[in-house]
């Protein structure tokens, strides 16, 4: 419900407050509100259809929950929303102790709370209630019954979140400024959704991932954790590309290169195009890349020149489509080494305020111990 400030609001300890799944006309409501700070170019109407049509997307048909923060007093689609924030539930991969399985987790976004309503505990009490409903929220059908970990992507710095166990991880970037100025297009390969699901998801990828990270825990303790690549992500997140093409440039053609690759070094990556209010927030995101770790000096040069070929082309791209640069997240050191041969003077940013990636590890109940890698933190996992 958006309405009024109500003559007196609850205090935020006020055992009157839960925390509920909204009803669809609340999370429509709770849209309209966050649209202040998110609509970005679009209209409120807009902004609410893109909601929706991301919400059809296989990734998050069917497990995406909008909750928000509400007076138990007030009925059902009349109660004032004090916040509100959204869970996507996905696949993920457990390795630990030489074995690994299959778990449900949850990403945690959307996490807003009007500015009028702030500063009133709303969005600390959401989230204290949240940290402990998501740990069983929709695991009936899982082994464990529970889910060992959750994550978000905190754009108001690490502090916050990390007390309700959120804990900042690597939030690193480099980037590159969009150039026309690029090489050549047959030198890498242009790929199309079908070529990123056969590049960078197929069985024979994911099953490496999976033999990967099985050694990695046959050598060292901790458990290890990564948010499955799967093409589910891929394709939620070029709905959103695509949504946003075809409201703001319906005289183009949507853009349907979704990546580019070397099939000789075996070096691929998928990106999407992000169109914000600002020219500056006009970006091209490296969602992931996918390549086998050099063995020889040899095999590093041609993995390093592959990357730098296919960042060319990423900044030709990001030209062609308006875009201010290309970002990709915690870039190895292969990769790092990529850029310095496209832009020596490109540096790598430890991001402190926004986009921080934060995980709430749970698994020390459950006998996997105090601390978890976090595999594959890459940009396809932003939700």
Not at 67 to 78: A, F, G, K, S, Y
Not at 272 to 291: C, K, Q, S, T
Request: proline letters at 5%.
């Amino acid at each position: 419900m958006i309405a009024a400030e109500p003559p007196t609001l609850p205090a935020g300890e006020s055992p009157d407050l839960i925390l509920v799944p909204a009803t669809a006309s609340e999370r429509i409501a709770s849209i309209k509100l966050n649209s202040v700070a998110w609509k970005g170019p679009l209209d409120v109407e807009t902004y609410i259809a893109r909601e929706n049509h991301l919400m059809q997307q296989k990734l998050t048909r069917d497990g995406l929950t909008c909750w928000i923060l509400v007076d138990r007093n007030e009925p059902e689609d009349n109660r004032t929303i004090l916040s509100s924030c959204e869970s996507y539930r996905k696949i993920a991969l457990l390795a630990h102790d030489g074995k690994t399985e299959k778990v449900s987790t949850h990403c945690v976004g959307s996490v807003y709370c009007r500015p009028d309503f702030r500063g009133k505990g709303y969005a600390k009490r959401m989230l204290e209630e949240l940290s402990t409903k998501l740990e069983t929220w929709e695991m009936e059908k899982e082994p464990r019954r529970s889910s060992i970990f959750t994550v978000l992507f905190s754009d108001i710095g690490k502090k916050f979140y990390a007390q309700f166990g959120w804990r900042p991880f690597s939030s690193s970037h480099m980037s590159l400024l969009a150039s026309a100025n690029g090489v050549d297009k047959p030198v890498t390969k242009d790929l199309f959704a079908e070529d990123v699901q056969k590049s960078l998801c197929s069985e024979e990828v994911l099953a490496k991932l999976h033999d990967q990270m099985l050694v990695a825990s046959q050598k060292s303790t901790g458990a290890k954790i990564v948010i499955l690549p799967n093409f589910d992500h891929y394709l939620w997140h070029w709905a959103r590309e695509e949504f946003y093409a075809e409201n703001l440039f319906p005289e183009r053609s949507p853009p349907v290169v979704k990546g580019a690759g070397d099939d000789k070094a075996g070096v691929y990556c998928a990106w999407n195009r992000n169109f914000g209010a600002l020219p500056e927030d006009n970006v091209l995101y490296i969602l992931r890349w996918v390549y086998d770790e050099p063995t020889s000096p040899a095999e590093e040069q041609t993995t390093v020149q592959a990357m730098a070929a296919i960042l060319r082309r990423a900044q030709q791209e990001a030209h062609e489509w308006n875009m201010s640069k290309v970002e990709f997240w915690n870039p190895t050191p292969l990769l790092q080494k990529a850029v310095a041969l496209v832009d020596p003077k490109s540096e790598l940013v430890h991001r402190e305020k926004e986009s921080i990636s934060s995980l709430r590890w749970t698994g020390e109940k459950q006998g996997l111990g105090k601390d978890v890698e976090w595999w594959l933190n890459e940009k396809y996992t932003w939700c």
